[in-house]
Nanobody
């Protein structure tokens, strides 16, 4: 089993930036696709961004494409989410996900999940 631990969440004003990190440990040698999802109160979990093992394949939700950037450092078994120009509607718990399979935008395809980190954007 692989374990994922997110960090970097917090409270930020609208227009500000945050960088989330997700460190994988345990059974990491087969991890391929990694992704970020988020869930706001009263809403379903939604896709934010995903990345392939090499980093050459990436996908982002349209709502964040111009503002968020996903990246990874395989030597550190870590995936990042750089979030710029944050908006109040970005407020949510952000979850890191990973799987041995390819990156996708579908939560059901990911086996490993972190506990989440809260991001709150004030207006």
């Amino acid at each position: 089993q692989a374990q994922l631990v997110e960090s970097g969440g917090g409270l930020v004003q609208a227009g500000g930036s945050l960088r989330l990190s997700c460190a994988a440990s345990g059974r990491t040698f087969n991890i391929n696709g990694m992704a970020w999802f988020r869930q706001a109160p009263g809403k379903e979990r939604e896709f934010v961004a995903a990345i392939s093992w090499s980093g050459r394949g990436r996908d982002c939700a349209d709502s964040v494409k111009a503002r968020f950037t996903i990246s990874r450092d395989n030597a550190k078994n870590t995936v990042y989410l750089q979030m710029n120009s944050l908006k109040p509607e970005d407020t949510a718990v952000y979850y890191c996900a990973a799987d041995d399979g390819p990156y996708t935008c579908y939560a059901r395809t990911y086996t490993y999940w972190g506990q989440g980190t809260q991001v709150t954007v004030s207006s």
